[in-house]
């Protein structure tokens, strides 16, 4: 009897040490550093006055009546506020399907954010006619992502809302295709010819045989007029506000450029080829704001 009671005491000492043990288990994702150095993008927002307006895989926009915060939630990503880089997110972490990020973002933003709405900005309208080029099409696919779809898909895609970006700031928009269908290269220029257009934009995404490689690139021909590399400048400016790397304004003399009179630019989104920017330029979302860049470059240019 007095062994018995002794195994049973023992097994109860042996339970209660055993449930003071730290768990070697990590939190769901095993990304999280601790609840204690972490926050909710929802907490986040709350401790910030902001509100979620946009959650998707790839970045997170939060928002007040004077400041716009994107955060990009991969590694590597960035946080912006009111379109400038304000620091790298850092680790993110995701448990019970929300995503947290380091609470140290609570500070640094606070610190940088506006106080008051900016000043209202009357649109004016724009006079003047571009040529919008989402480039391939047809049984021309261009490049395929790492993901299976397609270049030639997302030309279209994106071309579409710059035109109608555009369109909305009264200019005339001309797109050398509106559907997947295949037009030869000359014929993009001669369209642009036609038009006498104020600006040529083609549209494209890259590829590469490095996954590692990403960011947007504009071209203008070797002999590009100093309109052309203006409006090259102004697009560049404007796209590296959606938190791609930039590869700056480089020369090559593609068809399209070359045989456009008057000025023409061609931009490579992105690339293709990288898995993290296929998931972007998949992104409708995210498209919005790559167009969005696109126009704004545009009408820059044209202003």
């Given at each position: 009897m007095r062994n018995q009671l002794g195994l049973t005491?023992?097994?109860?000492?042996?339970?209660?040490?055993?449930g003071c043990q730290p768990s070697a288990a990590g939190p769901p994702g095993g990304q999280l550093i601790s609840d204690k150095q972490t926050v909710s993008i929802y907490e986040l927002a709350g401790l910030l006055g902001l509100r979620v307006s946009e959650s998707t895989s790839t970045h997170v926009t939060l928002k007040n009546s004077a400041n716009t915060v994107m955060i990009f939630t991969f590694t590597g990503g960035q946080v912006y506020l009111n379109t400038k880089s304000l620091a790298t997110v850092g680790r993110i972490g995701r448990s019970g399907g929300k995503i947290h990020v380091s609470k140290a973002l609570v500070s640094q933003i606070r610190s940088a954010m506006q106080t008051a709405p900016p000043a209202i900005v009357r649109p004016r309208s724009l006079s003047g006619c571009v040529v919008v080029d989402a480039g391939h099409g047809g049984r021309d696919p261009g490049a395929t992502s790492c993901l299976g779809f397609y270049e030639k898909t997302v030309n279209l895609q994106v071309a579409r809302k710059v035109a109608s970006l555009l369109r909305q700031k009264g200019l005339k928009v001309v797109m050398t295709r509106d559907n997947d269908t295949f037009i030869e290269l000359q014929e993009r220029a001669a369209?642009?010819?036609?038009?006498?257009?104020?600006?040529?934009?083609?549209?494209?995404?890259?590829?590469?045989?490095?996954?590692?490689?990403?960011g947007f690139t504009m071209y203008v021909a070797r002999s590009a007029s100093w309109s052309s590399r203006r409006a090259a400048n102004a697009i560049a400016?404007?796209?590296?506000?959606?938190?791609?790397?930039?590869?700056?304004?480089?020369?090559?003399?593609?068809r399209v450029l070359v045989h456009t009179r008057g000025p023409?630019?061609?931009?490579?989104?992105?690339?293709?080829?990288?898995?993290?920017?296929?998931?972007?330029?998949?992104?409708?979302s995210f498209q919005n704001r790559l167009a969005q860049a696109i126009a704004n470059g545009i009408t820059e240019f044209l202003g």
């Open positions: 005491i023992l097994m109860i000492a042996g339970a209660a040490i055993a369209i642009a010819n036609r038009y006498s257009a104020d600006l040529f934009v083609s549209i494209h995404a890259d590829s590469f045989a490095s996954s590692s490689r990403r400016r404007s796209m590296a506000k959606t938190g791609l790397n930039s590869w700056g304004t480089r020369k090559a003399d593609f023409a630019v061609l931009i490579e989104l992105g690339y293709l080829s990288n898995y993290t920017e296929a998931r972007l330029l998949r992104d409708s």
